[in-house]
């Protein structure tokens, strides 16, 4: 019998009072391709930090193909054949997909030698694996796909047989992400192991052969993909039944609440992130935008929260609201019946040094009915918090705690409560569910439902396709700051609105991925000449 | 979940600061060939122990208090004021424009008039490098540092083109009329056959200061505009999502700061010298910052600091006075103290948390 790729046995690591890792122990075998799955902060990166020697583990051994080893530091990782794919890139944006190959394995003193070598040697690579790409060009030239494809080929350039990719789909369209499964596919037919963390279970049931689920630093169970479904993966991570559907009846839309016309937004830097948009939200339906992080969403909220400026029109209630200057601020926004929970809890939704109940008349704290007098009526506002954080289940309870202290989740609770129960006429949703546990997403969801089924308009943005179809009512795409286009939820599938994530309106005659590729191709030649220009 | 109790934070920790600084300075005096343990004697007695010694220090520690909380403020705004010096010496000008031009017929009202006049000043000293931070970004530690030169500057200016006396050879305005002058604490608690504070300056500013400690208390943690200062010092980002205007918070945060600053002149140039006098401020403003980061940049933090510096003021003053400890030295042991609680908190604060949190366990 083979020795597994890799063994942990009772792998344990803690940060002061964390345990974020307790007696963790696991197989891989090789040629297979091993999911990890589990909520934030469940040790999944904690884990894959000490195997790449990141960190030491308190306790417990390593033993790769059958061999005792310490990994003190990712040289030595690297030195054993393991090779690690980060969610966020490590490469030099202005540095040639080559120089970033053989940065930090260049030999020599000289560059030359190594950058012929690997010149060589990626070619060779680009065979095998299909991995094909122009090894000058330069990385801030590659769209996010070939740049995680430069990452891959990083780790195989060092030799690795082991790859660890942590939440590789999260930037990628659809389309993308399958062309990467297929790279993977292609990797462990050639003997390789791969490990893949992540916190979607489709990605899990559609490409592992074996899959283990962490919880709360502990690892629950390693069950053979085939031999398990997405409900049991998910009650196995939430430690209890969880509903993976949003309840919903269809929707019943009034008349127009917010009403958008040829929006157009610069930002700091000079840049135009929304080109000229044309959006309409009625009472009693969810719009959702869909799109790559990156398209011009973020700042479409922020423009119409009043944190930004712009150009054009936008009405809510047929009331014409201010887009820059006086007037266009988040006091303004509210007193107007927007409510807005923010695309960013941490940076923009909650003061997090702040407790709870302030935080949850944040951005109302100037309304009279917070007010005693000439001072805030704190002990109103307390009991008001505790009352708004019962309703909404945010643990612990406790008013007085401040909000860096709570869960993602119960962040957003937080944030929701605040902004739900002030009964606006407009709601923005941004990444409702980002960083949020699997047991809490079940709740926002039901949240922003209900408020439509009494008669409100919401805007959601998300990142995730999947949130987006099971919530929305009408699905717009944004890509490069244009509304490609408007589907029904029930009328399109991913592989449309992949399609039109990557700014692609019609269904092409070649391959899609190839499509895609010619699409950024087009993009970036458009960029370079209004740059010349 | 806390990592210490609050008692650790607040009492605990600038505790064994200061008993470091102490250690240290013990040492320093060591080295010089004096006898640390009748310095400290000295510092006590000389600060503490006669009711004309804590005169002194309490006399310190109102200008202290006043400079202090102006830093403090301007921290909870996330903002570096160090142009406390240059706020105080405008606010003298206040001070003494009030006190000269306007016939007073009581203390009580000229008070109040210079509380103002000061007031007035230092916000206004503070407002420029306010709006330019705010508008244009151009750093309020930069903007400030010169603007406590250009306040010296102007100050040299008016004192010896405008407010000198005819005849006058001294860079200094008239003696401020009798109807200013303040209550001083020997007037205040002296009986006749027990002269209490003799000969010195502590002044009913003292209460002023005390008033002003409450007040900011107050409004930062009582009001709408103090939970805005701290919102945006807190986060930019989500102050602006909450639709608080940086600009606005900026300016009203740093003319708060910059009137407290000037109040400071009250102190010195109605209740003290009752003339405005060259470099009346005597570095309290940069004081204040080191007043304001042991304090915590709360105003009952401000508070004690403040009386601690008032100490080592008056104590370093006797120190000069009676032994061979040059008064530079008293300078080095300002900032051991100012070193050991501010800039190197978390020497102390990290072994700390980590002892508490290893109790805490072997309790679970």
């Given at each position: 019998?083979?020795?597994?790729?890799?063994?942990?046995?009772?792998?344990?690591?803690?940060?002061?009072?964390?345990?974020?890792?307790?007696?963790?122990?696991?197989?891989?075998?090789?040629?297979?391709?091993?999911?990890?799955?589990?909520?934030?902060?469940?040790?999944?990166?904690?884990?894959?930090?000490?195997?790449?020697?990141?960190?030491?583990?308190?306790?417990?051994?390593?033993?790769?193909?059958?061999?005792?080893?310490?990994?003190?530091?990712?040289?030595?990782?690297?030195?054993?054949?393991?090779?690690?794919?980060?969610?966020?890139?490590?490469?030099?944006?202005?540095?040639?997909?080559?120089?970033?190959?053989?940065?930090?394995?260049?030999?020599?003193?000289?560059?030359?030698?190594?950058?012929?070598?690997?010149?060589?040697?990626?070619?060779?690579?680009?065979?095998?694996?299909?991995?094909?790409?122009?090894?000058?060009?330069?990385?801030?030239?590659?769209?996010?796909?070939?740049?995680?494809?430069?990452?891959?080929?990083?780790?195989?350039?060092?030799?690795?047989?082991?790859?660890?990719?942590?939440?590789?789909?999260?930037?990628?369209?659809?389309?993308?992400?399958?062309?990467?499964?297929?790279?993977?596919?292609?990797?462990?037919?050639?003997?390789?192991?791969?490990?893949?963390?992540?916190?979607?279970?489709?990605?899990?049931?559609?490409?592992?052969?074996?899959?283990?689920?962490?919880?709360?630093?502990?690892?629950?169970?390693?069950?053979?993909?085939?031999?398990?479904?997405?409900?049991?993966?998910?009650?196995?991570?939430?430690?209890?039944?969880?509903?993976?559907?949003?309840?919903?009846?269809?929707?019943?839309?009034?008349?127009?609440?917010?009403?958008?016309?040829?929006?157009?937004?610069?930002?700091?830097?000079?840049?135009?992130?929304?080109?000229?948009?044309?959006?309409?939200?009625?009472?009693?339906?969810?719009?959702?935008?869909?799109?790559?992080?990156?398209?011009?969403?973020?700042?479409?909220?922020?423009?119409?929260?009043?944190?930004?400026?712009?150009?054009?029109?936008?009405?809510?209630?047929?009331?014409?609201?201010?887009?820059?200057?006086?007037?266009?601020?988040?006091?303004?926004?509210?007193?107007?019946?927007?409510?807005?929970?923010?695309?960013?809890?941490?940076?923009?939704?909650?003061?997090?040094?702040?407790?709870?109940?302030?935080?949850?008349?944040?951005?109302?704290?100037?309304?009279?009915?917070?007010?005693?007098?000439?001072?805030?009526?704190?002990?109103?506002?307390?009991?008001?918090?505790?009352?708004?954080?019962?309703?909404?289940?945010?643990?612990?309870?406790?008013?007085?705690?401040?909000?860096?202290?709570?869960?993602?989740?119960?962040?957003?609770?937080?944030?929701?409560?605040?902004?739900?129960?002030?009964?606006?006429?407009?709601?923005?949703?941004?990444?409702?569910?980002?960083?949020?546990?699997?047991?809490?997403?079940?709740?926002?969801?039901?949240?922003?439902?209900?408020?439509?089924?009494?008669?409100?308009?919401?805007?959601?943005?998300?990142?995730?396709?999947?949130?987006?179809?099971?919530?929305?009512?009408?699905?717009?795409?944004?890509?490069?700051?244009?509304?490609?286009?408007?589907?029904?939820?029930?009328?399109?599938d991913e592989t449309e609105l992949g399609l039109l994530m990557a700014g692609i309106t019609e269904m092409p005659d070649k391959p899609i991925i190839q499509a895609i590729d010619e699409q950024f191709d087009h993009q970036q030649k458009e960029r370079e000449g209004e740059q010349n220009g | 979940m806390d990592k210490m109790p609050q008692w650790a934070d607040i009492v605990l920790i600038p505790l064994i600061s200061l008993i470091l600084a102490a250690v240290l300075s013990a040492l320093v005096i060591l080295a010089?060939?004096?006898?640390?343990?009748?310095?400290?004697?000295?510092?006590?007695?000389?600060?503490?122990?006669?009711?004309?010694?804590?005169?002194?220090?309490?006399?310190?520690?109102?200008?202290?208090?006043?400079?202090?909380?102006?830093?403090?403020?301007?921290?909870?705004?996330?903002?570096?004021?160090?142009?406390?010096?240059?706020?105080?010496?405008?606010?003298?000008?206040?001070?003494?424009?009030?006190?000269?031009?306007?016939?007073?017929?009581?203390?009580?009202?000229?008070?109040?008039?210079?509380?103002?006049?000061?007031?007035?000043?230092?916000?206004?000293?503070?407002?420029?490098?306010?709006?330019?931070?705010?508008?244009?970004?151009?750093?309020?530690?930069?903007?400030?540092?010169?603007?406590?030169?250009?306040?010296?500057?102007?100050?040299?200016?008016?004192?010896?083109?405008?407010?000198?006396?005819?005849?006058?050879?001294?860079?200094?305005?008239?003696?401020?009329?009798?109807?200013?002058?303040?209550?001083?604490?020997?007037?205040?608690?002296?009986?006749?056959?027990?002269?209490?504070?003799?000969?010195?300056?502590?002044?009913?500013?003292?209460?002023?200061?005390?008033?002003?400690?409450?007040?900011?208390?107050?409004?930062?943690?009582?009001?709408?505009?103090?939970?805005?200062?701290?919102?945006?010092?807190?986060?930019?980002?989500?102050?602006?999502?909450?639709?608080?205007?940086?600009?606005?918070?900026?300016?009203?945060?740093?003319?708060?700061?910059?009137?407290?600053?000037?109040?400071?002149?009250?102190?010195?140039?109605?209740?003290?010298?009752?003339?405005?006098?060259?470099?009346?401020?005597?570095?309290?403003?940069?004081?204040?910052?080191?007043?304001?980061?042991?304090?915590?940049?709360?105003?009952?933090?401000?508070?004690?600091?403040?009386?601690?510096?008032?100490?080592?003021?008056?104590?370093?003053?006797?120190?000069?006075?009676?032994?061979?400890?040059?008064?530079?030295?008293?300078?080095?042991?300002?900032?051991?103290?100012?070193?050991?609680?501010?800039?190197?908190?978390n020497m102390v604060r990290m072994p700390l948390e980590k002892l508490f949190l290893a109790l805490r366990r072997r309790n679970v």
């Amino acid at each position: 019998m083979t020795a597994p790729a890799i063994e942990l046995k009772g792998i344990s690591k803690a940060f002061g009072p964390v345990q974020a890792n307790k007696d963790i122990s696991i197989s891989v075998m090789p040629g297979t391709i091993h999911g990890i799955i589990g909520e934030n902060g469940a040790g999944k990166s904690t884990l894959m930090s000490i195997l790449y020697g990141f960190y030491k583990a308190d306790k417990g051994e390593i033993f790769i193909k059958g061999t005792k080893t310490q990994i003190p530091d990712s040289q030595a990782a690297i030195a054993v054949g393991i090779g690690m794919v980060f969610q966020h890139f490590k490469l030099v944006e202005n540095f040639s997909v080559l120089e970033n190959i053989i940065l930090g394995a260049e030999e020599g003193v000289l560059l030359r030698p190594s950058l012929a070598k690997a010149r060589k040697e990626l070619a060779h690579l680009a065979k095998e694996y299909e991995l094909n790409i122009d090894p000058d060009a330069l990385i801030e030239n590659l769209s996010v796909g070939h740049q995680q494809r430069v990452e891959i080929l990083k780790a195989l350039y060092r030799r690795a047989d082991i790859l660890i990719l942590d939440e590789p789909t999260g930037v990628l369209t659809p389309a993308e992400a399958d062309q990467l499964f297929r790279i993977l596919d292609r990797l462990r037919d050639e003997g390789k192991t791969i490990i893949l963390i992540t916190h979607k279970l489709r990605e899990i049931m559609d490409i592992t052969d074996t899959v283990s689920v962490m919880r709360r630093g502990e690892m629950t169970a390693t069950v053979k993909t085939s031999e398990t479904s997405p409900e049991a993966l998910a009650e196995l991570m939430v430690g209890r039944k969880v509903l993976l559907r949003v309840d919903k009846v269809p929707a019943t839309p009034g008349k127009t609440v917010l009403e958008i016309k040829g929006l157009r937004v610069i930002d700091d830097k000079g840049v135009e992130r929304v080109k000229g948009i044309d959006l309409t939200v009625r009472a009693g339906e969810i719009l959702g935008i869909a799109g790559v992080a990156g398209n011009g969403q973020s700042e479409l909220l922020e423009v119409l929260g009043g944190f930004a400026e712009g150009t054009g029109s936008i009405r809510v209630n047929g009331v014409a609201l201010p887009l820059s200057g006086k007037g266009a601020d988040g006091q303004a926004r509210r007193h107007a019946g927007i409510a807005h929970v923010p695309e960013d809890r941490q940076r923009e939704g909650l003061i997090m040094d702040y407790t709870a109940w302030e935080n949850i008349v944040f951005g109302y704290h100037l309304d009279p009915e917070y007010q005693s007098g000439l001072l805030m009526d704190n002990t109103g506002i307390q009991t008001l918090a505790q009352e708004k954080m019962d309703r909404f289940d945010v643990r612990p309870p406790h008013p007085k705690l401040a909000a860096k202290n709570f869960s993602g989740g119960n962040q957003q609770k937080i944030v929701l409560a605040r902004e739900i129960e002030r009964n606006p006429d407009l709601l923005l949703v941004g990444q409702p569910t980002r960083g949020v546990d699997i047991g809490a997403i079940e709740f926002i969801h039901q949240q922003i439902v209900n408020l439509r089924d009494q008669g409100k308009a919401i805007l959601l943005v998300s990142v995730e396709l999947e949130e987006i179809l099971s919530l929305a009512d009408r699905v717009a795409v944004m890509f490069d700051g244009h509304i490609m286009g408007e589907r029904a939820p029930d009328q399109t599938d991913e592989t449309e609105l992949g399609l039109l994530m990557a700014g692609i309106t019609e269904m092409p005659d070649k391959p899609i991925i190839q499509a895609i590729d010619e699409q950024f191709d087009h993009q970036q030649k458009e960029r370079e000449g209004e740059q010349n220009g | 979940m806390d990592k210490m109790p609050q008692w650790a934070d607040i009492v605990l920790i600038p505790l064994i600061s200061l008993i470091l600084a102490a250690v240290l300075s013990a040492l320093v005096i060591l080295a010089i060939g004096e006898n640390p343990v009748a310095a400290f004697k000295l510092m006590v007695e000389g600060a503490l122990m006669r009711s004309a010694g804590w005169g002194y220090t309490l006399y310190y520690a109102t200008n202290f208090m006043f400079t202090g909380l102006a830093v403090a403020v301007a921290f909870h705004a996330r903002m570096f004021n160090i142009g406390g010096e240059g706020q105080a010496m405008l606010g003298g000008l206040g001070v003494a424009l009030v006190a000269l031009y306007i016939p007073w017929p009581h203390w009580s009202l000229a008070i109040l008039g210079a509380t103002a006049g000061a007031a007035l000043f230092g916000a206004a000293w503070a407002y420029i490098p306010a709006l330019l931070q705010a508008k244009r970004g151009s750093h309020i530690v930069i903007t400030t540092i010169m603007f406590n030169f250009i306040a010296a500057g102007l100050l040299n200016y008016v004192l010896v083109n405008v407010l000198r006396p005819k005849g006058s050879m001294d860079p200094a305005s008239a003696n401020f009329p009798d109807a200013t002058k303040l209550p001083t604490f020997r007037d205040m608690f002296s009986t006749a056959d027990n002269i209490m504070f003799r000969g010195a300056p502590a002044n009913v500013t003292f209460f002023l200061a005390i008033a002003a400690c409450v007040l900011v208390w107050y409004l930062i943690w009582r009001t709408r505009l103090g939970y805005e200062i701290r919102a945006f010092g807190f986060s930019e980002s989500a102050a602006r999502y909450a639709g608080i205007s940086p600009v606005r918070i900026t300016v009203i945060a740093m003319l708060i700061s910059g009137a407290l600053a000037g109040l400071m002149s009250v102190n010195t140039t109605m209740g003290e010298s009752e003339r405005l006098v060259m470099n009346s401020t005597e570095g309290a403003g940069f004081i204040g910052i080191a007043v304001a980061l042991m304090g915590r940049s709360h105003p009952f933090g401000v508070f004690l600091a403040a009386i601690l510096f008032g100490f080592l003021y008056q104590g370093g003053a006797e120190l000069a006075l009676w032994t061979n400890i040059p008064r530079e030295l008293i300078v080095v042991i300002q900032a051991l103290v100012i070193l050991f609680t501010g800039a190197l908190d978390n020497m102390v604060r990290m072994p700390l948390e980590k002892l508490f949190l290893a109790l805490r366990r072997r309790n679970v």
